[in-house]
């Protein structure tokens, strides 16, 4: 079975500065797909970013960007310029090719001091 | 607003009712889901519907009974809880054809059983 650790129950970052959460995962597939969720205080799951693990290259989304690091099973979230809008709890998961379930990390929650 | 709506947002119930929480979605997607979130730990898949059919149970008492009478809309009915099932309860839903494509998720129903 898919596991999805974050090891950072939380993390704290100056706003305007740079921030970098940790995901792992165990998986035996070679094609699957990655996503960091924002779940803010009113509880709705956002997206935030999607890679798929067929693709080296990063996927970035204006100031969110990934290191995915396939041979170590690795996919970390940079925040770049942080704002006090980010403040959230950042779940990792992973989903596989049959696409029918999504697993996820315990998540981590970011605050964001001015 | 990502076209996942649940009704009702808050419910509080005692473990002899019977109650249902509802999920529309907007988007014409194929499959939905619900998710369990209780407090410090990940999210838990309960059920998967592909298509009207269920395609997952993920082990879920029969306290908990889905039902599925369209592509759009989903139900939890709930009967005789207990007081460990008060959590979160998210519904999501996306397209269904396997593609690794986005799970977009409602605003969740926070569930008290007392």
């Known amino acids: 079975a898919q596991t999805v650790t974050q090891s950072q129950p939380e993390m704290s970052v100056q706003e305007a500065e740079t921030v970098t959460l940790s995901c792992t995962y165990d998986?035996?597939?070679?094609?699957?797909?990655l996503f960091w969720y924002k779940q803010p205080p009113s509880r709705q799951m956002i997206l935030v970013i999607r890679?798929?693990?067929?693709?080296?290259q990063n996927a970035t989304e204006n100031r969110f960007s990934v290191n995915f690091q396939k041979a170590a099973k690795s996919f970390s979230l940079k925040i770049s310029d942080s704002q006090l809008g980010d403040a959230a709890m950042y779940f990792c998961a992973y989903l596989d090719t049959s696409g029918s379930r999504l697993t996820f990390g315990e998540g981590t929650q970011l605050t964001v001091n001015p | 607003e990502t076209g996942v709506t649940q009704t009702p947002r808050h419910l509080v119930m005692g473990m002899t009712n019977k109650k249902s929480l509802k999920c529309e979605q907007h988007?014409?997607?194929?499959?939905m889901y619900w998710y369990k979130q209780s407090a410090k730990k990940p999210l838990e898949l309960m059920f998967v519907?592909?298509?009207?059919?269920?395609?997952e149970n993920n082990s879920v008492p029969s306290r908990f009974s889905p039902e599925c009478p369209n592509s759009s809309h989903l139900f939890l009915h709930l009967h005789t809880l207990q007081p460990e099932d008060s959590a979160l309860y998210l519904c999501a839903s996306e397209k269904g054809d396997y593609s690794g494509n986005t799970i977009y998720f409602g605003e969740g129903s926070w569930l008290t059983v007392v």
């Open positions: 998986t035996s597939e070679s094609d699957y797909y």
């Open positions: 988007l014409g997607h194929n499959a």
């Open positions: 890679q798929e693990a067929y693709k080296q």
């Open positions: 519907y592909n298509f009207k059919e269920q395609t």
